[in-house]
């Protein structure tokens, strides 16, 4: 005779194993009744309880995945995610006719009987054995939550999904064991709260809170009785009883349950018929799920978010790790996103390009001294609808976040290498010849001990008018390439290099930049983004800080809320405040009185630079206020369509430059985003005038501090540094600029190509750029 336990009852194996051996000898296939043969499984009655008992003696019961909700910096909503549309909650807060509705249809001896239901079991097996197939089957709620418990751990694996659900016998014991050990330990209510949590309700909806929602838009704790009838009914088969598809089949279910609850006294008879005759009532809410769902076109930061969580070791040590906690959801993720300044965005980008264009727009904002990305948008909404002009291609980041390989910023990078000078103690006074046309500068020291050694290379100004001497004030605000590149042959290509990362600007595509003088027009491929983020150092004064998205998450499991740590941003000082100062005076000059007058501010202190890459294929604008920090990109992903002889929201181009269309598109979001903002002032330095000179000869003094000149400005402090030797030879693309004024000033074309030797290891500008050889210019 069995031992009974202390306080009365087999245990847990003894309970098993006696329903095994009724059920075996009785002919029976456990209480699933749609099984094979016991004999055909090689399992005698000895052999199950032995499988039985070699089981694992917990149940693990994975915390259910639920919807993740994303906010933007004021706590509002950006969209929901999730992998299962679900929102646990507690049995307080569900319908008391939802509890009796699911018992009375699923399991009415529920608070009757153990884990196992030996009555119903019989019952089963009787009536399936009177009707030649399976009629009928006995499986209690219990063993139906556990059941659930093994589809939710598998995922989306259909494989996993096929273990969990398939009719073996071996199943059947584990679900029975893990049944009995629930009762154990759980008991009926936190079961029935559980069960009615984790099942699915048909229409992407798991748990009664998110049926509730999705059916008839209300909270659980509201349903009726006939509601809570039909979602009850819902349960057996999702697919059939959908009300939403089959309103006739939906309601004939419905109606089954009443009948039962009447009938095993939940409600009177006369309850039950009155509410048969009640119409559905459906109020649906269908479902919101990812990105898309985004408003005010925050699609694609909502998709950096996932990006970044996804990326960032912080969430997890391993991407399937990281992958595991977003798939878990029940997270709440609060953002830097700021409403004002996303809307605002995509505002003035809707207002200066269609949707359909040949090219597209994107921006950035960021906050200087923080790192906060405020906002984030482009012309092409996010979406998988091609024929609607949808991307998922985020065109203002980085490649290993959902963006393309960039697009070259052209003379948007110019600033980055007069702060490397000015660090470098070049004075704001520097003059050199900068002429019209010149060669290439060589030999150039590069990085690591290699050397830029190519000749008879030239470049050009944009027009010939553009012919020096200048100043760094002039060249600054007209864009003359020839002056930079006169610089980055004085200062080398390497200090250019370390003033970028310094200052967090890095290729898009990940890949090491490529030394050749032609870095100083802007040749290679960067984010919005990343110049945006780049130029809030100036503003910052020098201080660089990492973009960042996230401000908070916590995630909710089970009945608990957690806090998770986030990344935080790095803020460290890529330049002195001198130096941030005087290029923000220089800045300050391009939207005054230069190529990027149609960008300025007028009542607000604004500093920024217009880019134009060569045969027009990107145009740029990138610029800041103490507060903000904004870039905007305009050009063809795909790097295919030049912008010439084109169409732009509308309005005919001949030829777009960066003061044309991507400077109103700035000033148009930075206006918006700052509204009711304060307005502080830049700390200004004085740089003089130099003397007046003549600009007819091509020549001028070499700059100052006695360098002489040779109509290159490079003289005899490249020659007396290098001696005409090399040590290594420096692998790298060369450029020009193609800048043109404002406001009416003359818009030639960039007039040369440069020799494919000049470029070595181009491969491209955005999101197919070209790959024969031939370098971008950098302009306006």
């Known amino acids: 005779m069995a031992k009974k336990r202390s306080g009365g009852?087999?245990?847990?194996?003894?309970?098993?194993?006696?329903?095994?051996?009724?059920?075996?000898?009785?002919?029976?296939?456990l209480a699933g009744i749609a099984l094979p043969a016991v004999g055909a499984l090689g399992l005698a009655a000895k052999g199950s309880v032995e499988s039985f008992d070699e089981l694992p003696a917990n149940l693990k019961t994975p915390p259910l995945s639920q919807r993740t909700t994303i906010l933007d910096a004021d706590g509002k909503l950006i969209a929901t995610v999730y992998s299962r549309d679900r929102t646990v909650v507690s049995l307080k807060d569900i319908s008391p006719y939802m509890q009796k509705a699911i018992v009375a249809i699923e399991d009415s001896r529920f608070y009757e009987h153990g884990a196992v239901d030996l009555k119903g079991v019989l019952r089963a097996l009787n009536k399936n054995a009177r009707?030649?197939?399976?009629?009928?089957?006995?499986?209690?709620?219990?063993?139906?939550?556990?059941?659930?418990?093994?589809?939710?751990?598998?995922?989306?694996?259909?494989?996993?999904?096929?273990?969990?659900?398939?009719?073996?016998?071996?199943?059947?014991?584990?679900?029975?064991?893990?049944?009995?050990?629930?009762?154990?330990?759980l008991g009926k209510k936190k079961i029935l709260e559980n069960y009615l949590n984790i099942t699915f309700f048909g229409e992407q909806a798991y748990g009664v809170e998110a049926a509730s929602q999705r059916y008839f838009s209300k909270?659980?704790?509201?349903?009726?009785?006939?509601?809570?009838?039909?979602?009850?009914?819902?349960?057996?088969?999702?697919?059939?009883?959908?009300?939403v598809n089959d309103e006739a089949e939906a309601k004939k279910r419905r109606n089954v349950v009443l009948q039962r609850m009447a009938e095993v006294g939940d409600v009177s008879q006369a309850e039950a018929d009155k509410a048969k005759q009640a119409p559905l009532g459906l109020k649906v809410s269908r479902p919101k799920n990812g990105c898309i769902?985004?408003?005010?076109?925050?699609?694609?930061?909502?998709?950096?978010?996932?990006?970044?969580?996804?990326?960032?070791?912080?969430?997890?040590?391993?991407?399937?790790?990281?992958?595991?906690?977003?798939?878990?959801?029940?997270?709440?993720?609060?953002?830097?996103?700021?409403?004002?300044?996303?809307?605002?965005?995509?505002?003035?980008?809707?207002?200066?390009?269609?949707?359909?264009?040949?090219?597209?727009?994107?921006?950035?904002?960021?906050?200087?001294?923080?790192?906060?990305?405020?906002?984030?948008?482009?012309?092409?909404?996010?979406?998988?609808?091609?024929?609607?002009?949808?991307?998922?291609?985020?065109?203002?980041?980085?490649?290993?976040?959902?963006?393309?390989?960039g697009y070259q910023p052209g003379s948007t990078f110019k600033p980055i290498v007069a702060a490397a000078a000015l660090e470098g103690g070049m004075p704001p006074t520097q003059v050199y010849p900068a002429p019209y046309e010149m060669d290439y500068p060589h030999p150039v020291q590069a990085c690591d001990g290699k050397v830029w050694n190519e000749s008879g290379v030239s470049l050009t100004n944009e027009t010939r008018a553009e012919n020096g001497p200048y100043s760094m004030k002039e060249a600054m605000a007209k864009s003359v390439n020839t002056y930079f590149v006169e610089m980055i042959g004085e200062i080398g290509i390497c200090p250019a290099i370390q003033m970028a990362k310094k200052?967090?600007?890095?290729?898009?595509?990940?890949?090491?930049?490529?030394?050749?003088?032609?870095?100083?027009?802007?040749?290679?491929?960067?984010?919005?983004?990343?110049?945006?983020?780049?130029?809030?150092?100036?503003?910052?004064?020098?201080?660089?800080?990492?973009?960042?998205?996230?401000?908070?998450?916590?995630?909710?499991?089970?009945?608990?809320?957690?806090?998770?740590?986030?990344?935080?941003?790095?803020?460290?000082?890529?330049?002195?405040?001198?130096?941030?100062?005087?290029?923000?005076?220089?800045?300050?000059?391009?939207?005054?009185?230069?190529?990027?007058?149609?960008?300025?501010?007028?009542?607000?202190?604004?500093?920024?630079?217009?880019?134009?890459t060569d045969e027009r294929y990107a145009a740029?604008?990138?610029?800041?206020?103490?507060?903000?920090?904004?870039?905007?990109?305009?050009?063809?992903?795909?790097?295919?369509?030049?912008?010439?002889?084109?169409?732009?929201?509308?309005?005919?181009?001949?030829?777009?430059?960066?003061?044309?269309?991507?400077?109103?598109?700035?000033?148009?979001?930075?206006?918006?985003?700052?509204?009711?903002k304060p307005a502080p002032g830049f700390n200004l330095v004085d740089i003089p005038d130099p003397p007046a000179q003549g600009k007819d000869k091509g020549h001028g003094d070499g700059g100052n501090g006695g360098r002489p000149g040779n109509g290159h400005g490079n003289g005899g402090f490249i020659g007396g540094l290098f001696?005409?030797?090399?040590?290594?030879?420096?692998?790298?693309?060369?450029?020009?600029?193609?800048?043109?004024?404002?406001?009416?000033?003359?818009?030639?074309?960039?007039?040369?190509?440069?020799?494919?030797?000049?470029?070595?290891?181009?491969?491209?500008?955005?999101?197919?750029?070209?790959?024969?050889?031939?370098?971008?210019?950098?302009?306006?």
Not at 16 to 24: I, M
Not at 235 to 243: A, E, G, I, L, T
Not at 752 to 779: E, K
């Open 9 to 29: 009852g087999l245990s847990p194996t003894q309970q098993a194993a006696k329903f095994l051996g009724v059920s075996v000898l009785a002919g029976a296939v």
């Open 131 to 185: 009707e030649g197939g399976v009629a009928q089957g006995a499986s209690t709620l219990t063993q139906q939550y556990v059941k659930n418990v093994f589809v939710e751990e598998a995922g989306d694996d259909p494989t996993k999904v096929a273990q969990a659900t398939q009719q073996t016998l071996g199943r059947k014991i584990k679900e029975l064991k893990y049944a009995i050990q629930v009762e154990e330990e």
């Open 219 to 243: 909270h659980a704790k509201d349903l009726n009785l006939q509601q809570a009838a039909l979602l009850a009914g819902i349960v057996q088969s999702p697919s059939r009883y959908d009300p």
């Open 293 to 405: 769902t985004a408003s005010d076109g925050a699609g694609f930061f909502c998709d950096y978010v996932r990006q970044v969580f996804m990326s960032d070791p912080v969430f997890g040590k391993t991407k399937k790790a990281r992958a595991k906690i977003w798939n878990q959801g029940g997270l709440t993720i609060r953002t830097t996103m700021d409403r004002q300044a996303q809307k605002s965005v995509q505002k003035s980008i809707k207002e200066h390009i269609n949707t359909s264009d040949e090219v597209a727009a994107a921006a950035a904002i960021v906050e200087p001294g923080t790192g906060k990305i405020l906002a984030m948008g482009q012309s092409r909404p996010y979406g998988i609808n091609t024929k609607k002009h949808q991307t998922t291609l985020n065109l203002a980041v980085d490649k290993d976040m959902g963006g393309g390989v």
């Open 503 to 612: 200052m967090g600007v890095e290729r898009a595509d990940g890949a090491a930049f490529r030394q050749a003088p032609s870095i100083a027009l802007g040749g290679q491929e960067m984010s919005p983004l990343t110049m945006a983020s780049g130029y809030a150092t100036f503003a910052a004064r020098g201080m660089h800080c990492t973009p960042v998205a996230i401000e908070s998450i916590s995630q909710r499991v089970g009945g608990t809320t957690k806090s998770l740590k986030v990344p935080n941003s790095t803020c460290s000082r890529a330049m002195s405040e001198n130096t941030a100062d005087t290029i923000s005076t220089l800045l300050r000059g391009v939207v005054e009185d230069g190529t990027g007058r149609q960008a300025g501010l007028s009542n607000r202190a604004s500093a920024g630079k217009t880019g134009t």
């Open 620 to 676: 740029w604008f990138v610029g800041y206020t103490p507060n903000l920090a904004g870039a905007v990109w305009v050009g063809d992903p795909a790097h295919k369509r030049k912008m010439e002889d084109i169409k732009i929201g509308g309005v005919y181009h001949a030829k777009v430059f960066g003061g044309a269309v991507p400077a109103p598109i700035w000033k148009g979001m930075m206006s918006g985003a700052l509204k009711g």
């Open 723 to 780: 001696d005409g030797t090399t040590t290594g030879t420096a692998n790298g693309g060369a450029g020009g600029s193609t800048d043109a004024g404002a406001g009416g000033a003359p818009l030639p074309s960039p007039t040369f190509t440069f020799p494919g030797n000049l470029v070595q290891g181009q491969t491209g500008s955005g999101t197919a750029g070209p790959t024969d050889g031939t370098a971008s210019t950098s302009g306006p």
